[in-house]
């Protein structure tokens, strides 16, 4: 729950997901105009986890998605995406925002495990390419190896998705906006009116509830 006047938004989402990637200028317009009434906590939802097959990059389904829906949107938020040359299992990157967290860095290593997928077609199961991209935020190469290696943080990406699970989120981006005792789900990359009009909600809520 959020305390004082802070507006909490939970945010579930997946490194191989364009459309989570699309909704961060949405969710940093909301911080930018709020500004620290808005807290913003990235969660990890994996959208083909083992043993579930993953997509194949040159599937006619995943052409025709980007044609139609990611490429058009990417236009309207003006972020420039392409559709990446492999399509991973994203359970490593999640570990890898996790050790993050602990670092103070959170924020950073999730726009740039985005960046590296979306905008540069980087292999986010590959722990090299892992590491590379924790260096550029400012991480510890041996450290992140090592909680890479022996999966230190697998756990709590796992209790992320259970309690996805137990919210009843099935898609990402999915987001749980708080600000007194209701809890707000917003499901999709909402344009930001719709996401602001949900924001507000919250706070009247706290404000009728105080």
């Known amino acids: 729950m959020a305390k004082d006047n802070t507006v909490r938004i939970l945010v579930w989402s997946d490194y191989v997901c364009p459309f989570c990637y699309l909704e961060r200028p949405v969710l940093e317009r909301a911080q930018a105009e709020l500004g620290h009434g808005v807290e913003i ?3 990890s939802f994996e959208l083909r986890p083992e043993p579930e097959p993953t997509l194949d990059p040159n599937a006619e389904y995943l052409h ?10 990417a236009q309207e938020r003006g972020m420039v995406l392409k559709l990446p040359p492999v399509q991973p299992r994203s359970r490593k990157a999640h570990e890898t925002a996790e050790f993050a967290r602990q670092a103070g860095r959170l924020d950073a290593m999730n726009n740039a495990l985005f960046k590296a997928f ?3 077609g980087r292999d986010l199961a590959d722990i090299e390419v892992l590491i590379d991209i924790g260096q550029a935020v400012g991480l510890d190469a ?3 190896r090592e909680a890479l290696t022996s999966g230190r943080f697998e756990q709590r990406v796992i209790e992320d998705q259970q309690l996805a699970r137990q919210i009843g989120i099935s898609g990402v981006p999915a987001l749980i906006v708080t600000a007194g005792a209701q809890a707000y789900l917003v499901s999709g990359a909402q344009p930001y009116e719709a996401v602001k009009d949900v924001i507000a909600r919250a706070i009247a809520d706290r404000n009728d509830g105080a």
């Open 41 to 43: 906590d990235w969660r």
């Open 64 to 73: 025709r998605v980007w044609n139609q829906s990611v490429y058009p949107m």
């Open 118 to 120: 979306f905008e540069d």
């Open 142 to 144: 041996g450290e992140l």
